[in-house]
């Protein structure tokens, strides 16, 4: 489907299906949904498996291990720092390539992890209540026969992350929200969640252009990089709040400045805002 045909499905808040069309789920809708989840939630309390149950199984099953556990646990602060190497690193292609690669790679390998982790998850509590939830929802999101079918469709069908950020920066849309702020031109009360996702990265896209150290239109059109970046600004402001440094009364000859950290992820980050030929950063 073309990046068009995607923006305007957001924009009318429906997909097209068989004769007809499935609606996005409105505030209304959505909250007819919530009431069948507490309900649900509050019917079976008591007699459904637990996570950890779960998890327990897929051990037993041998398709689980506490290695495994640990990894999915790190491997997004791991892609994390990698966007981060990937975005100072833009200048200088074949190290761009190699953090590029390990983005993906860990990616995938995040993703592999999940499905086999999240595989039995529908029968939790929360699992169940969810597709309740939905099997709900559906009938006022779809008039049609076949309400499930519809709804399996509405879920292979849904519009990912990465793919609003490339409708937000498209010419199309960019037609409309370069005319108005406030190009939806209605409450975010009464937007979709893929509207309002639109809107959100509009905003984003717009407002940092003007930031004194903006990266220019080419890492703001990669994703990876421009994610780098974004965690760059948010871990200096967390530095900025959290530990700032007394320079007052330091000798002229001090060489290094040594910062004190509670783990590994936190050394990454103080490490991550230091490019490769000024890093005089010490850690502890």
């Not at 966007?83 to 833009?90: A, D, E, L, M, S």
């Not at 940092?208 to 990669?222: I, L, M």
């Not at 760059?232 to 004190?260: H, Q």
Request: hydrophobic share 30%.
């Amino acid at each position: 489907m073309s990046i068009e045909s995607d923006l305007y499905r957001i924009l009318a808040g429906k997909l097209s299906y068989e004769d007809g069309f499935i609606m996005d789920p409105s505030l209304r809708i959505k909250q007819i949904g919530q009431r069948t989840y507490d309900e649900c939630v509050n019917f079976y309390e008591d007699d459904i498996l637990e996570d950890r149950q779960i998890q327990i199984m897929l051990m037993e099953d041998g398709l689980w291990s506490s290695e495994k556990e640990k990894r999915l646990k790190e491997l997004p602060k791991a892609i994390e720092n990698n966007k981060v190497f990937y975005f100072q690193n833009y200048g200088n292609p074949p190290v761009r390539k190699t953090y590029k690669n390990l983005v993906d790679l860990h990616t995938r390998e995040l993703s592999e992890l999940a499905k086999v982790r999240y595989k039995y998850q529908y029968l939790t509590l929360e699992g169940i209540a969810s597709g309740a939830m939905w099997s709900e929802m559906i009938n006022y999101m779809y008039r049609g026969s076949g309400t499930l079918r519809a709804l399996s469709y509405y879920y292979e069908n849904s519009i990912k992350e990465e793919r609003i950020r490339d409708i937000a920066m498209c010419g199309e849309w960019l037609s409309y929200s370069f005319v108005s702020k406030t190009p939806l031109r209605k409450s975010p009360l009464k937007m979709t969640d893929h509207q309002k996702k639109l809107l959100s990265w509009t905003n984003i896209y717009r407002n940092v252009r003007s930031n004194p150290d903006y990266p220019g239109e080419q890492v703001a059109a990669d994703h990876e990089a421009f994610d780098g970046w974004l965690i760059v600004l948010n871990r200096k402001d967390k530095m900025d709040k959290g530990k700032t440094v007394n320079f007052k009364n330091m000798k002229e000859n001090t060489r290094n400045v040594f910062i004190g950290q509670s783990d590994q992820n936190e050394a990454d980050e103080i490490d991550s805002l230091n490019n490769q030929g000024s890093k005089r950063i010490e850690i502890i």
